[in-house]
């Protein structure tokens, strides 16, 4: 049973550019949240997602940010006209149906802003 | 500010206990956990305690919670030199959509 997998694991965009994360849950999984983690910092939350809803998006950036969780493939975050600020580890964790239930983080994708 | 505040470092010898402490604000929480990160790495769930519960023990990790104070302590017996690394407590905050709330992490540096 594979974990949480995000690709790519590491991705490097000049200022300006779109930055696009995927993530795909564990097997079973369809409950997906965003933690963004700026250097020597703990994890802050950005959004929560089910299949084809947010669900809380309350730590997002009113600008520039969106995420998605389609019926069918990863959640994706994208960044668009990423800014040396945007520089950071980003996480996803995926948890069963139970609200109780833990959340599995993946490798994070460590995205560095030129 | 932060409602899940832990201390940011902590250096110990080889073989003997740590203790990384947290304090928290919000007592609704259902859940708290200790996450491990080593560098460049993801999180690794470690271990979490329910909030009903005092005292937990899971090989060489002891969780204790202190409810009524908000403390929450990893106690990590016989420490090594693989378990430096960045530990992170957090809260399950089941009023915000089940998110996890987390503090700034405390760096773990194990001397041999």
């Known amino acids: 049973n594979a974990g949480v997998m995000q690709n790519p694991r590491h991705l490097v965009r000049r200022r300006g550019q779109e930055a696009r994360l995927r993530c795909s849950p564990m097997k079973g999984h369809s409950h997906v949240y965003w933690y963004r983690q700026l250097p020597e910092e703990g994890l802050k939350f950005m959004v929560y997602?089910?299949?084809?809803?947010?669900?809380?998006e309350s730590g997002m950036p009113k600008e520039r940010f969106s995420a998605e969780f389609p019926k069918e493939g990863p959640s994706i975050l994208r960044i668009q006209q990423v800014v040396r600020g945007d520089s950071a580890a980003y996480f996803c964790?995926?948890?069963?149906?139970?609200?109780?239930?833990?959340?599995?983080f993946g490798p994070g994708t460590r995205l560095t802003v030129l | 500010g932060e409602d899940v505040e832990q201390s940011l470092f902590l250096s110990v010898r080889e073989g003997d206990s740590s203790v990384i402490n947290c304090t928290y604000t919000d007592s609704s929480s259902t859940y708290l956990y200790w996450y491990k990160q080593e560098p460049g790495a993801g999180l690794q769930l470690l271990t979490y305690?329910?909030?009903?519960?005092d005292m937990k023990q899971d090989q060489r990790l002891t969780v204790l919670l202190n409810k009524k104070d908000k403390h929450l302590s990893l106690r990590i017996a016989d420490t090594q030199t693989g378990d430096s690394a960045i530990y992170f407590c957090a809260r399950h905050a089941m009023e915000y959509g089940n998110k996890l709330v987390f503090g700034a992490g405390t760096i773990l540096r194990v001397k041999s």
């Open positions: 964790a995926s948890r069963g149906q139970a609200t109780t239930d833990t959340q599995y």
């Open positions: 997602l089910q299949k084809e809803n947010i669900i809380d």
């Open positions: 305690i329910f909030s009903n519960m």
